[in-house]
T-cell receptor, first 117, second 114 residues
């Protein structure tokens, strides 16, 4: 079956520009997560959605970052006034139910590599 | 607070020899622990998970890990390495009483030579 998909796979932009990154979770998965992976590091949590609402956005680094999931399926991560330090791979994951169930597995997409020049 | 420490940033083995990737964790509550693998240009794939059942956990592709509470460790092992095992491996903790996120280690790069 189809896994988590992310578009675009690569995005190059200039400092100060606005970007949108899209995530299509596995059909029927109610939970969706965004992570950011910088070079040589493990992924770091950004935000978690349960249905349409952001249940935990404690990982967003500042107010330039925002994410939506208006219909409880596809999500878009939005970055305003991009900075060179935003360059990273942005990963999306989904799970069948929320994370507070022990061992609930998150399925990851291939990521979007964002480069800010 | 939760945290994960992967003790080796890079491990090199020969094909057919055992693999040991070390991981120590810190968690306030009973954690769930995972190992994920990341091949170049591919998504993260779950190898195995521990969720307070059996302490020895078997995963895919012949990998297994043992949860040792007294040592706060969750080391990943495989008896015989294959060339296809070369990848980045992440130890991950989830403290679902304290938070909603997976906490990843910095990763261990496994190289396998013929």
């Amino acid at each position: 079956g189809a896994g988590v998909s992310q578009t675009p796979s690569n995005k190059v932009t200039e400092k100060g520009k606005y970007v949108e990154l899209r995530c299509d979770p596995i059909s029927g998965h109610t939970a969706l997560y965004w992570y950011r992976q910088s070079l040589g590091q493990g992924p770091e949590f950004l935000i978690y959605f349960q249905g349409t609402g952001a249940a935990d956005d404690s990982g967003l680094p500042n107010d330039r970052f925002f994410a939506v999931r208006p219909e409880g399926s596809v999500s878009t991560l939005k970055i305003q006034r991009t900075e060179r330090g935003d360059s990273a791979v942005y990963l999306c994951a989904s799970s069948l139910t929320g994370p507070r169930l022990a061992g609930n597995e998150q399925f990851f997409g291939p990521g979007t590599r964002l480069t800010v020049l | 607070a939760q945290s994960v420490t992967q003790l080796d940033s890079h491990v090199s083995v020969s094909e057919g020899t055992p693999v040991l990737l070390r991981c120590n964790y810190s968690s306030s509550y009973s954690p769930s622990l995972f190992w994920y693998v990341q091949h170049p240009n591919k998504g993260l794939q779950l190898l195995l998970k521990y969720t307070s059942a059996a302490t020895l956990v078997k995963g895919i592709n012949g990998f297994e890990a043992e949860f040792k509470k007294s040592e706060t460790s969750f080391h990943l092992t495989k008896p015989s390495a294959h060339m296809s095992d070369a990848a980045e491996y992440f130890c991950v903790v989830s403290d679902h009483q304290a938070g909603t996120a997976l906490i990843f280690g910095k990763g261990t790069t496994l190289s396998v030579s013929s």
